[in-house]
């Protein structure tokens, strides 16, 4: 992933200070290393481009000589060891060029994307702009605590949906087993979420879960192959395991070319696969159940668009996801993620946050980014025929964003929707669960949780 190279060259038309103003919004103690030294080595390519031109010059007149010599019939030995001194310079000066030219696509791809105009400016999530809220009551509706229900995990165990204790005892820490209703509910979950996007005109895609490395260095950050990725050996080349299938599927297009953008784009997928994911650097965070696991489903919304639309398709699908939840009957609030708290890719991003109302807080359910050209322009993705004068490549812009991680939302769900006898199954959920409207209890608390309450 990488922002535009030309961006940082004033002589190519390019705004520096624009992306000097970026990196001061993300992280203010990084701007001269990544910057400076990104100018620097793009000082040194054209340094030595420069070089290697002018030694192509000095070839090109020597073969005319060498040519005018041979016509006349007179000796070209000296010219000829001339020639054969320049083409050992040149092909070094290539060799020079692609080392200039790698070291400085290497610097640039530490640099995030330009942060978008809208995002609040701040290093700490605590200023997250909340930008609206919704309550299944109505405009006046208010969440509240409340310390009379169970908490979603002990929610999930009456109901028999999970088993916490042999799947860690199987998969380790964070492990599970889904069982019974936990299956049912899981999928309904899943396939209400695809057949939503479905009715939105999405194309429903499983990606591999698995990619190659050189395919996923082009998709994901670095950081994230030592706090996020699994990796996998075999027979052939490693591989990693994916942590949303919004990788593969950015990949999906790679070095591709919709020279027809009006007719061709945009494309949405509704991506649904098993995710899988480290959660270095969570521990101790978020422990109860199945919220925060190493391995869940998600249905994903993954949209390509004419770099002039992107703006307008991340509104649509920030959109997508609050009818979502709103048809779940959970309340939420919609926050802006402050400049700080972006990853590189994203130009601007949007969390929904669902109330659990045991907990008393705002959980994220929901990232939706608007990535722009940032991601397609690593992936090669590029977007209509180049026009007359144009310096430029165009790319597409990608747009990426959690319809539902399932294990996740439902933790939120038993939470809203328990009584003093059971689940009620939300609406939407009824024809995937073979119509049930109920789920009793099947049992009781364990004796270990019982003791805590009292």
């Not at 908490?151 to 165990?157: A, T």
């Not at 499983?206 to 075999?234: C, H, I, N, W």
């Amino acid at each position: 992933m990488t922002i535009d190279v030309l961006d940082l060259i004033t002589e190519k038309g390019g705004n520096p200070e624009s992306a000097r103003e970026s990196q001061r919004k993300q992280q203010v103690s990084i701007v001269a290393l990544d910057l400076g030294g990104s100018f620097a080595k793009r000082s040194r390519v054209y340094s030595v481009e420069f070089e290697q031109n002018q030694l192509n010059k000095q070839l090109n007149a020597l073969q005319k000589d060498i040519g005018a010599k041979k016509k006349a019939k007179e000796d070209a030995t000296e010219l000829l060891t001339q020639k054969g001194t320049l083409d050992a310079q040149i092909a070094s000066q290539k060799k020079a060029v692609a080392e200039a030219e790698a070291a400085m696509r290497a610097k640039c791809s530490t640099i995030g994307n330009i942060v978008g105009s809208k995002v609040p400016v701040s290093q700490t999530e605590d200023d997250n702009a909340v930008v609206r809220t919704w309550h299944p009551d109505g405009p006046n509706g208010q969440v509240e605590q409340k310390k009379d229900i169970l908490p979603h995990h002990e929610v999930m165990l009456r109901l028999d949906m999970i088993d916490m204790d042999r799947g860690q005892k199987i998969a380790g820490h964070r492990g599970y087993f889904l069982v019974n209703d936990g299956i049912d509910l899981n999928q309904a979950l899943i396939n209400y979420g695809l057949d939503f996007l479905r009715k939105k005109e999405y194309r429903k895609i499983q990606p591999p879960f698995f990619m190659r490395r050189d395919a996923m260095a082009k998709t994901a950050q670095l950081s994230q192959f030592d706090e996020e990725l699994y990796k996998v050996t075999g027979d052939e080349d490693d591989k990693y395991l994916i942590a949303t299938s919004e990788q593969p599927i950015s990949a999906y297009h790679s070095e591709e070319w919709f020279d027809s953008p009006k007719e061709q784009l945009p494309i949405k997928y509704a991506g649904y696969s098993t995710c899988f994911r480290k959660e270095a650097g969570s521990h101790g965070k978020d422990t109860w159940g199945i919220f925060r696991v190493h391995q869940f489903e998600k249905v994903e919304q993954f949209c390509i668009t004419e770099p002039e639309k992107s703006w307008e398709m991340f509104e649509e699908m920030v959109a997508n996801s609050e009818a979502f939840y709103q048809s779940l009957g959970l309340p939420y609030r919609l926050v802006a993620i402050v400049s700080g708290a972006l990853n590189l890719a994203a130009a601007q991003k949007y969390d929904l946050e669902a109330w659990f109302p045991f907990q008393g807080a705002y959980k994220e359910l929901v990232s939706t980014s608007n990535c722009t050209d940032y991601q397609a322009r690593r992936l090669e993705v590029r977007c209509g025929l180049k026009k007359p004068g144009e310096a430029r490549k165009v790319y597409v812009h990608m747009l990426n964003g959690t319809m539902t991680a399932t294990e996740r939302s439902l933790c939120c769900i038993v939470e809203n929707w328990q009584t003093a006898e059971g689940l009620v199954v939300p609406p939407p959920l009824r024809p995937y669960m073979q119509g049930r409207e109920f789920l009793p209890w099947v049992k009781e608390l364990p004796k270990g949780l019982q003791k805590k309450k009292q």
